[in-house]
């Protein structure tokens, strides 16, 4: 079963518009939640992330928003550019566990 | 070294073949995990360490799979008599803290493409 859940495999933007990531997770006893982007043939670089705690956390161009009576978190990039164009992952962790848990992953293209 | 270094980015293998992948993590770094990633998927948890100390193997598909980390720094994940479902991208990565405990990112590698025909 997957707990933690992309269900668009694919997103297309345009550059200077917003892109909305989103995740849905199962779940309750997460409370930490990251998002991750990757390039083709590169390992997945850590981007972002929001603790449970919190409903909002903010870096740049990139907010993640975190719902947490939904178990939904949002990524949003703000403008969009063409470099942002790459699979984004949603990854949560159980505090005391070591693992993280991963989505399938969101294919972003950003149209120049 | 500056990232998380894997060996080799590629291998072909045959069925039945052993392999062994190696991790170098960044420097320093407690924590070291490794995931596997078939095609299509997210990134899935194979086994933890902390230090030398294997503390989760809940991931690791079969006894085929084995991964070592005897100095607490590189590590080693083997594979043993590869099957065709064994084909993935094999990431490792390493944190600084202790997952769990607050602003923990892991930093992966490149990964190791193995492809077993």
């Known amino acids: 079963d997957q707990q933690v859940k992309q269900n668009s495999p694919s997103l297309s933007v345009q550059e200077g518009r917003i892109s909305i990531l989103n995740c849905d997770y199962t779940?309750?006893?997460?409370?930490?939640f990251l998002w991750y982007k990757k390039y083709p043939a590169e390992g997945p670089t850590f981007l972002i992330s929001?603790?449970?705690?919190?409903d909002k956390n903010e870096d740049g161009r990139f907010t993640v928003f975190l719902n947490k009576s939904a178990k939904h978190l949002s990524l949003h990039i703000v403008p969009s550019q063409p470099g942002d164009s790459a699979v984004y992952f949603c990854?949560?962790?159980?505090?005391?566990?070591?693992?993280?848990?991963f989505g399938k992953g969101t294919k972003l293209t950003v149209n120049p | 070294g500056a990232g998380v270094s894997q060996s080799p980015r590629y291998k072909v293998a045959k069925r039945g073949q052993d392999v062994a992948l190696r991790c170098d993590p960044i420097?320093?770094?407690?924590?070291l995990f490794w995931y596997q990633q078939a095609l299509g998927q997210g990134p899935e948890f194979l086994t933890y360490?902390?230090?030398?100390?294997?503390?989760?193997k809940s991931g690791l598909p079969s006894d085929r799979f084995f991964a070592e980390r005897p100095e607490g720094s590189v590590s080693t994940l083997k594979i043993q008599r590869t099957q065709q479902e064994d084909s993935a991208v094999y990431l490792c990565?390493?944190?600084?803290?202790?997952?769990?405990?607050?602003?923990?990112?892991?930093?992966f590698g490149q990964g190791t493409r193995l492809t077993v025909v």
């Open positions: 990565a390493s944190s600084q803290t202790r997952p769990g405990t607050g602003d923990t990112e892991a930093f």
């Open positions: 779940n309750s006893m997460f409370d930490y």
């Open positions: 360490f902390q230090n030398e100390a294997q503390l989760d």
């Open positions: 420097s320093g770094h407690v924590s």
């Open positions: 929001i603790s449970s705690i919190k």
């Open positions: 990854a949560a962790n159980q505090g005391g566990s070591e693992k993280l848990v």
